[in-house]
């Protein structure tokens, strides 16, 4: 979180921010992140030809095939789920910031990266039946799709099945994956915000943190490709009977689709997770929430 405005006040500001922020970053990125989904589960196993020739092609077939709305398919549970999975995300991470500092007040970058560790699974509760349900209706209308239940029927769907175990497949690929992109995102946020630092204050220009949100969130992303594509495969329906867990799917897309395929969607999820992050730190600069409540001009800047 940059270190603006919104840490002056409570939790609340803080979840409203996290809100603001999720749901307007869902709206600006969210056919990009459909495509990137559609992309990743594109097998050459099952010896078809793929839907897809590159990411101009899915785009096209999917806007031409479904339309604008179709874009968007999937991302109503987002827009639902957001908020409370940006607020823990980013809440968590200043909160095992403050716990992790060392008595002189500095927080070495091993406990950084520990404190990102913490946020990323903490969120895991929120963001593995986020992602499950959003990556169904995202297949929803795309080739061999197994349903096309609405969110809330497939999670009732799933909880009869299954029970609360339903809504959870693919948490330790989604476990996974959080925990490596927080380790990686939040030290790097902090350096880069950091040198945007005037001489002599801690105030950093709502800019930087947006283009530090950016940067870090871009790294992260593409850093942690493979992981999200081994989590987009376990939590796609059509495949649960084709992968048995986490070493299971990494071991068949090495060995039928080769290294290549696990950085499937690398740009897209790049475009989709760095203004996402840019956004979410811009706003808690600006400290939209405490400009709501009252509590603090927006952007204000002593």
Known sequence: MAPGASQDFGLLPRVINGGIAGIVGVICVFPLDLVKTRMQNQSKAVGQPPAYKNILDCAFKTFRGEGFRGMYSGSAVNILLITPEKAIKLVANDAFRQLLKTKDGSLPMHRQILAGAGAGTCQIVVTTPMELLKIQRQMAKSKNSPTS?????????????????????????????????????????????????????????????????????????????????????LQTLENKNRYSGFIDCTT???????????????????????????????????????????????????
């Not at 992050?277 to 509590?295: K, N, R, T, W």
């Open 149 to 233: 239940l609405n969110s809330r029927q497939l999670a009732m769907q799933l909880y009869r099945e299954k029970g609360i175990r339903g809504l959870y497949q693919g948490v330790g690929a989604t476990f996974t994956r959080d925990v490596v992109f927080s380790m990686m995102y939040f030290p790097l946020f902090a350096y880069f915000n950091d040198k945007g630092k005037a001489p002599g204050s801690n105030q950093v220009p709502f800019y930087h943190s947006f283009a530090s949100g950016i940067g870090a969130g871009a790294i992260a992303a593409f850093l942690a490709t493979p992981l999200d594509v081994i989590k987009t495969r």
């Open 252 to 302: 068949k897309i090495m060995s039928e689709e080769g290294a290549s395929a696990f950085f499937k969607g690398s740009l897209l999820r790049v475009m989709v997770i760095a203004p996402l992050f840019g956004i979410a730190q811009m706003v808690y600069y600006l400290g939209l929430a405490e400009a709501m409540m009252g509590l603090k001009p927006l952007g204000s800047v002593s």
